[in-house]
């Protein structure tokens, strides 16, 4: 049977936490992994006669963040109390912002995935702060429900912003959200870890199908639990094509079934109705009385924006022409951020070469900073050492495998290049010195001095080897000339 | 009897008393109290000593001395204290310690004043009358027969039982004012955002504030010095100098202050004549005193009553949601099977009667559909209310009117109906809905000898000239020097 034309309709809720040091109305530290509720005070505990204060570089995050969106900065804001109950909620309810968000009306220009040429401009509706909750771990073993909170989590600002739902496809909702964590990331707004749960997609998903000229809506489903943007592309393509099968052997409508919640299961591939409350939830929203208002002047907006600086886009073509590197590799260093694309740029500056800068950014300082768990801001190693490093590699002063070494040493320790090399016990070794070494070597192996004058010389490549075994100072380049001089003129 | 803040000062300042020898005092006169009147949730008498001796030892050392030092001072049970329970008169707090000072807390503790313990009020603020505690009720020192009013019911027969010379109340719709009338003390309510609510547990956020009680406006000037400023915690604390408030006490020359008399609101229905009666006599010795009386009315009164019983609800019913049994407070035991029954049982359990009504009255009020007709509708008048006040303070500098419609009533009288415990907030909740201070001060007895209160009102930040016509008029009276027969 031949499937009817279908409009895919899809709209995004994501969930952005913002990246303050501290958390939306209080002191504690929003650092993650922690050990549980180690950072939390009277404020995000909502004890008794606490008060919330605004965190400002919240504010200023926010406004960041809806400019970069294209949203517009209403002058006056406002807070309100969303009310319900759940233990890792301890005041009952939520400081959030429902009728006056803080960020209004913008849009995402995303590439349109089915034609490379043309782009799609994605509706943001709103973009509104507010504080997260703690998080519950249910431990159900040994048949005991029982659960545990940690409140840490509790009061870490965070930024929803909702899209219209002006998404078609799966592969338009990844752009959307592909460019979105691109533009906060940049931007220094949020780091995006959906592991860590920095970033947090929900989708809201139904069909207009087209019966014979009769458009039918099928029910709205808001699909939850997707921790990774492959999962969120593998559910929106199951729920369309469930979506569909419902409809044919139900014919259940928006009319007749409204919106439903949904959960995804990685395991299984599939989406499945989450429980549902008899009642629509009531909230209750109302203006928070513990908070004033805000007022945001346009000066204050015109500030920051002038404070944005080039988009990813302009960034990415940027590092291309002026460092000669691909736009893969200038992919991914933006894709890192801003504080990325800082240590990059002066990295490239100071050492004149931006491939190899590139290349080692990619492979030796993103995997220490994986390993270590630390961002680019705090690394041990600085753009100006790094940039030292590759300069010596360039002249020849150190291998690529010493540099690494001198590398992980100043990531691990700190401290200065010298004292690396020093404590590594690298020294240049003297000519004369590596001449006595290869002579021995030589004598050692005559098949590769044969192998060399048959005309083979890559048969050197094994003294290589054998040379840094005995001297890790070697230089590979310099014993390969030593090789082929003395062979040649035995 | 430890009457006078002043008094306790001077004592030490002589060389006549120890701030030890004090605190004693004051904790003997608890202790002889409090079987009759319950005034006190809680009596620390290690704690108190201790601080006094800190005070002596701070004196004899030479060290400078804080504003309140060696004065005895009780805390409705309403403010946060780290060394000392913090229940609100709710079995759902029962022994709940905070980790925390209030700011005022800490304030007193700075200035060198000696808590000597928490009074009694009506569960988490809610009440006229201190019947609806937990931890019993509170009598009136004047009529033991008689509610001390509420809620800080407590904190007026504390001081009027001559146990302290200073306490601490707040006021959401005259929680401080009217028990101060019922107990012939003088009641502070000032501006709203004048004192932090930082560690004051809230009832309704944009109403409560903190103020002092004391025989006399000249002691609610001391406490005010020390209690009130800007605090960066308190996002809703107004960021204005404070004036030495004790200044504003020292002339008694009204001339030139033109006092509005809600002359209009003597007429209501309700209003006991002895209370008229009072007011009249109050517009008598202030002209006396040389202030110009002219009539005023406020409009929208008849819709204080309804606004305040929509707005303070619906903050109350968000305010208390915390209280779920999750973190601390009162819990449901074992026979809360899942954590929907773990909450109903933990609430219905920890809340009393008038706080579940006004749980229900608030989560009503704010629902979907409904909001609208009531919350929504209660702000917009609440905006009328204000606009009235500024009006009338744009012709007079004072407002001169009674604080209840009757002198203290017997206990049980209201209790068991809500709406008549509701009009006793028919003179007090303007200026709550305005942010206006207040302030209520002894203006006479009737005839069965129970004080009566008489109230002003002034602008926006304009304690000191509540403070200054408040003292020119106990100059000029001695309702505030009278005591209850013990």
Known sequence: MSQLPTTTIIGLEVHVQLKTATKLFCGCSTKFGSPPNTQVCPVCLGLPGALPVINEHAIELAIRAGLAINCDIPPLTKWDRKQYFYPDLPKGYQISQFDLPICADGCLEIADPADDDSTRKIGITRAHLEEDAGKSMHDEAAGRADSRIDLNRCGTPLLEIVSEPDLRTAEEALAYLTKLKEMMTHLGVSDCEMQEGSLRVDANVNLHIDKHGERIATPIVEVKNMNSFRNVVAALHFEVDRQYAEWEETGNTIETHGKRTFGWNDVKGVTYPQREKEESADYRYFPCPDLLPIRIPSERVEEIRASLGETPEETRERLQSQYGIKAYDADVIVSQGRGMVQYYDAVAMACGDGKRASSWIQQDVMRSLKEQGGDIESFGVTAEQLAQLLSKVSSGELTNDRARDVFKHLSENGGGIDEAIKALGIEAVDDSEMETLVKELLAANPKVVDDVKNGNQKAVGSLIGQARSKNPNANPQIIREIALRLIENA | ?486
């Open chain 2, 1 to 486: 009897m430890l009457d006078s803040a002043l008094e306790v000062l001077r004592l030490q300042a002589a060389g006549e008393a120890s701030a030890v020898e004090i605190a004693e005092r004051a904790l003997d006169a608890i202790e002889a109290s409090q079987s009759t009147h319950n005034a006190y949730t809680h009596v620390d008498r290690d704690a108190a000593l201790a601080a006094a001796q800190a005070v002596d030892a701070k004196r004899a050392s030479g060290q400078p001395l804080g504003a309140l030092a060696g004065v005895p001072i009780a805390v409705k049970d309403v403010l946060c204290t780290s060394d000392m329970p913090t229940t609100c008169s709710s079995e759902m707090l029962r022994g709940f310690r905070p980790p925390y000072d209030a700011t005022v807390v800490e304030k007193l503790r700075a200035a060198d004043a000696v808590i000597v313990g928490k009074t009694n009020m009506d569960e988490f603020a809610m009440g006229a009358s201190t019947e609806t505690s937990a931890f019993g009720i509170t009598k009136n020192p004047w009529d033991t027969s008689r509610t001390p009013g509420g809620s800080s019911g407590g904190a007026a027969a504390a001081v009027a039982a001559g146990t302290v010379p200073l306490s601490l109340g707040t006021d959401t719709g005259g929680s401080i004012r009217q028990p101060a009338a019922f107990c012939g003390v003088t009641g502070l309510k000032p501006t709203y955002g004048r004192v932090s609510r930082y560690g004051l547990v809230a009832f309704a956020s944009s109403l409560d504030q903190i103020g002092p009680m004391a025989w006399s406006a000249d002691e609610c000037a001391l406490l005010m010095n020390v209690i009130a400023g800007f605090e960066p915690r308190d996002s809703t604390s107004l960021d204005q100098a404070v004036p030495d408030f004790t200044l504003a006490t020292e002339s008694n020359d009204l001339r030139g202050m033109r006092i509005g008399v809600l002359r209009e609101s003597l007429q209501a229905e309700g209003i006991d004549e002895s209370i008229r009666t009072a007011v009249a006599h109050a517009i008598g010795v202030f002209a006396e005193l040389g202030a110009e009386i002219v009539d005023v009315d406020l409009p929208h009164r008849e819709y204080w009553v309804p606004t305040y019983y929509v707005i303070a609800p619906s903050e109350a019913s968000s305010n208390l949601s915390r209280y779920d049994g999750a973190h601390y407070g009162h819990r449901a035991g074992e026979e809360a099977k899942d954590l929907v029954s773990m909450y109903c049982r933990s609430r219905a359990e920890g809340f009393g009667a008038e706080v579940k009504r006004r749980i229900m009255i608030g989560t009503y009020a704010l629902s979907e559909g409904y909001a609208d007709e009531y919350y929504n509708k209660a702000l917009k008048v609440r905006r009328l209310i204000r606009g009235d006040y500024d009006a009338a303070f744009s012709q007079v500098d004072l407002l001169l009117g009674p604080v209840t419609p009757t002198p203290a009533f017997p206990l049980g009288d209201k209790i068991d109906d809500p709406i008549q415990m509701y009009l006793c907030d028919l003179f007090t909740v303007g200026a709550n809905l305005a942010g206006v201070p207040a302030i209520s001060l002894p203006g006479g007895f009737d005839p069965a000898g129970l004080p009566i209160g008489i109230q002003l009102q002034a602008p926006t930040l304009e304690e000191s000239r509540l403070l200054f016509a408040a003292s020119a008029f106990q100059s000029a009276t001695d309702y505030h020097t009278q005591r209850p027969n013990q």
